[in-house]
Every structure is written in C-alpha cells, then in structure tokens.
C-alpha cells in the first residue's frame, strides 16, 4: 500500500515536472524558460532536422518497391493512430504512453532506419500538428522522435545473422535504443528547465517506465516475427493492442474516479467537522449562558431560540449524512401512491415563511398542479431541500418562487431564486455526492454537499429527474418532474 502511494506521488510529480516543462518551455518561442533550455533545444532540432533530411533523401535513393511502400504506409498509419490514443500508465503521469513505438521501432527493424525515421517524424509532427501545439514543441518533439527512429534503425542494421533469431534481437535492440534516445533527449530538456540534475530525472524515467517499455518490446519483437512471416498475419495483433488500449483507460478511469471521491471524502469530513462544531458551540454557550445568569425574559428567549434552531441544523446535518448512507447502501423504501401536488408544496412553502430571512421573500404559484405519482414524504424533503437551498445561496436577498405546472405526462416543480448562481460548468457535478462550489464562489456559505445527491436519489426513486438552469449572478432555477397522476 504504502509502496504504491509512494510510487504514485512520484509518477503524479515527474509527470507534473514534464507536463509543465513542456508547457512553459513551448509556450513561447522567446520566453525565459525557452532561452535557458536552447543548449538542449538547439542541438537537439538541428540533429532531429539533418537525420530527417538524410532519412527522406536515402528512402527515395532506395527506390522503395510497392510492397514496402505500402507496408511503411500501414505501420505509419498504425502508429499515428496510436499516437493519437495514448495509452495511460498508472504511475507514469507523463506516460500516457504511446503505443506508437511499437510501429515505429518495428518499421525501422523490418524497412530500414531512413524508413523507421520517417515513420517517427511524421507520426509526432501530424499529431502534434493536430492538436494545435505551438510550433516549438513540434519541432522539438518530432526532432527527438527523428532521432529515436534512426537510432532505432541503425541498431537494427547493426545487429548482424540470419532468420528469426537476427529479426528477434534486432526488434529488441531497436526497441531499447529507441527508448533510451527518447528518455534521455526528454530527460535533458527537462532537467534543464527544472535546474535540477539530468542524471536524476533520467534514472526517475527509467524507474517509473521501464516495466511498460518492457512490454512494448516484447510486442515490438512479436509484430516484427509475425511481419516477417506475412504483413497479413501480423494485423491479429490490433486485438491484443487495442484490449490493452482500452483496459488501461477504463482502470485508469475508474483510477480516477475514486481518487477524486476519496478527496471528496477527505473534505467531506473537514466540512462536516466544521460544520457540527459551529451549531455546538452555540448551543453549549447559550446554554452555559441560561444556567450562569439571571437573565431578563427577553435575553431568556433569544437564548432559548439559539438553541432551538442550532439544534435543528444539527439534526438537519445528521439526518443528510444518515440519508446519503441509506441511499447508498439501497435501504431507502419508496412508496409510490397519488399524492397532492398543490398540498405538498403549500406545506413547504408554508413551513419554510416562518423562519425566512429579512429580505428574501417566498411565493407560491399554483396555475395548474395536477396530481403527481411519488411518495409524498420523499417529495416534500425534496423540495424542502431546493427551498432552504434557494434561501441559503441568496445572501443579499432576493425573490424566491415555487412554480408547479403539467409537462408532458409529468408534473414540473420549479424552485427559482435571485441568488448567487452556479457556472454552467458545475451544473452537472452539484448532483454528486459531497460535491459543493468553490467557497469564493458560495461566499462561504456552509454545507456538506449531500443535500442535492439526496435529492437526485429520490427522484430517481420515484420516476423522477431533477436538473437547474442558472447564471452567476443572476440566480439559479431547480427543476424536478414527476410521472403525472392521471397520465398512467
Ligand atoms: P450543500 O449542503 O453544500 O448546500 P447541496 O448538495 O445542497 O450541498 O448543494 C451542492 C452545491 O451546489 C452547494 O455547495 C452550492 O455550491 C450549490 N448550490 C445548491 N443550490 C444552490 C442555489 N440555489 N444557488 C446557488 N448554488 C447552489
């Protein structure tokens, strides 16, 4: 376990390092951090543009036939595609690593390293190209692919003998010097930018990609044998590739997600920690108060209404956590009967009048509400819910409406307020659980992020759906329909 975290941080701050290397050294061609890698950037472009022009020159002097044309085509087409779906690798934040080495490695094994180089250089400077990077960084990667490649060929032509085992060695030998090419070039410029030891940085890269480059030289080595054998035979290969390609983005997926709920929880607990110690320490300090003190009967009351509502936001507090593990664990009962529309939410809108703040107001309006299918407990602490929502995210104030009207086979409730707003990139992650505005967004109101989860939840129970419709500033409107009544 703790191996793990470990090795994970490490990969998250390499992959940080690269990531921000590439971005700031890129991002513009005479910013400070580009002048202070030129001694690597220079060099490196220089070297990427001979061996591509020497590769270009030697493989139209070669006078390829059609058959190698159109396999050179089909590895470069091959490797552009995997190129352009990097494989994710837990661990390797910078890695999402390509599977294009495969191709590109296995092109210059089989073809030659003029071919291998090309392959290389086309496939990084069209997918780099493609993703609109800045012009700097397509040169410089697609001069370290140039160079991987041609390293890679020329390892390949080295290695002498015949049949199988020749072809075998060569894949692997070119499959090495590839990815020692690729590293080391990554590692220097990196390094450079970071004013940190290249050594360092190498033998980091090496530590967190060795296993997934391992791989993919054993499957350099099976593409290469199978290639020899007939082109044909080689495309079984796609199979075990693209299962590999999409297990690694699935578990890296769910990788993901549970990370990000897992720092949800994390903050779940601080806000709730929080958020059960203010109403407590009201509630022990009025009391403290009333049992200390001959109190005059107006002070006695104001002290009596301090504990009644803080111990009323405590149980409300409770109660959401209660619900939220209810839910989850599926031991919430629904009973779906006829149930009043129009009553339930004059008994809301009611309720919620008596303790309204100065300056928001509450209306109701009830053009057509016809009966709706749910359970009218759950419905009511759903719209319970959306109204002390609407109250609490109205800091300065402002109007509030229940709305109630048929909708295509549905009844359609509608909370809307004057509040603070949600940005339309968070409309959908407020239904989530524990998932709640950035504080400079909410002006610090409090909240643990169940409430609207709770409300999803039930709804879904019940038929329903719920959605919001808003803009920062202007207000927020919630939105939940149930299967009308006389419509099943
Ligand atoms: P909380 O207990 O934090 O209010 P909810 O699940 O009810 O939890 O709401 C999730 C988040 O959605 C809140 O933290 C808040 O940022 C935002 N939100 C909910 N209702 C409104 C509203 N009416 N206006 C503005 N923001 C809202």
């Given at each position: 376990m703790t191996q793990t975290h470990v090795h994970?941080?490490?990969?998250?701050?390499?992959?940080?390092?690269?990531?921000?290397?590439?971005?700031?050294?890129?991002?513009s061609l005479f910013s400070s951090e580009t002048l202070r890698v030129l001694p690597v950037l220079?060099?490196?472009t220089l070297g990427g543009a001979a061996v591509a022009t020497v590769a270009v020159?030697?493989?139209i002097e070669s006078g390829p036939g059609t058959s190698t044309l159109a396999g050179v085509f089909a590895l470069l087409i091959a490797s552009t595609v995997a190129e352009a779906f990097p494989v994710p690798i837990e661990g390797v934040a910078v890695g999402r690593t390509s599977l294009a080495t495969i191709f590109i490695v296995a092109t210059a094994a089989i073809y030659g390293w003029p071919a291998g180089t090309l392959v290389a250089v086309l496939t990084m400077s069209l997918i780099e190209l493609g993703r609109r990077k800045p012009f700097?960084?397509?040169?410089?990667?697609?001069?370290?692919?140039?160079?991987?490649?041609?390293?890679?060929?020329?390892?390949?032509?080295?290695?002498?003998g015949h049949g199988i085992t020749r072809l075998t060695l060569a894949a692997l030998g070119a499959s090495t010097a590839f990815y020692a090419a690729n590293i080391t070039l990554l590692a220097a410029v990196v390094a450079r930018w970071a004013k940190e030891s290249w050594v360092r940085f190498l033998g980091r890269y090496v530590y967190l990609t060795a296993v997934p480059f391992g791989v993919m030289a054993c499957l350099t080595v099976i593409l290469v044998d199978l290639w020899d054998r007939s082109p044909f035979i080689a495309v079984v290969l796609v199979g075990p590739l693209a299962s590999i390609a999409l297990y690694e983005h699935r578990m890296h997926a769910a990788l993901r997600r549970l990370r990000e709920l897992d720092r949800l929880k994390d903050e779940f607990m601080a806000v709730v920690s929080h958020e059960l110690r203010t109403p407590l320490a009201s509630v022990y300090g009025a009391a403290m108060t009333l049992e200390q003190r001959a109190l005059e009967q107006k002070e006695y009351d104001a002290l009596l209404?301090?504990?009644?509502?803080?111990?009323?936001?405590?149980?409300?507090?409770?109660?959401?956590v209660l619900w939220a593990s209810r839910l989850?664990?599926?031991?919430?009962?629904?009973?779906?009967?006829?149930?009043?529309?129009?009553?339930?939410?004059?008994?809301?809108?009611?309720?919620?009048?008596?303790h309204l703040p100065a300056g928001v107001s509450l209306e109701l309006a009830l053009d057509d509400a016809p009966a709706a299918i749910g359970d009218a407990e759950k419905v009511k602490q759903v719209l319970v819910n959306l109204v002390e929502n609407a109250v609490k995210y109205s800091p300065d104030g402002g109007r509030i409406a229940v709305r109630l009207a048929p909708h295509d086979g549905h009844v359609r409730f509608a909370v809307e307020d004057e509040g603070?707003?949600?940005?339309?990139?968070?409309?959908?992650?407020?239904?989530?659980?524990?998932h709640r505005l950035d504080p400079n967004l909410t002006r610090g109101v409090g909240g643990t992020g169940l409430g609207l989860y709770i409300c999803r939840e039930l709804l879904h129970r019940m038929n329903g759906e719920i959605w919001v419709q808003s803009e920062v500033g202007k207000g927020s409107?919630?939105?939940?329909?149930l299967p009308r009544a006389d419509s099943t």
């Open positions: 994970r941080r490490r990969g998250s701050a390499t992959g940080a390092a690269l990531a921000a290397a590439q971005r700031r050294t890129f991002g220079l060099p490196v020159l030697k493989f700097s960084r397509i040169v410089y990667n697609s001069a370290v692919y140039a160079l991987a490649g041609a390293g890679a060929g020329a390892v390949a032509t080295w290695i002498e209404r301090v504990i009644y509502h803080e111990s009323a936001r405590l149980a409300r507090l409770v109660d959401q989850e664990s599926d031991r919430t009962e629904v009973t779906l009967a006829t149930l009043d529309s129009a009553e339930v939410a004059r008994e809301v809108v009611d309720a919620a009048r008596a603070l707003g949600i940005p339309a990139s968070e409309q959908r992650r407020i239904f989530e659980k524990f409107t919630f939105v939940f329909e």
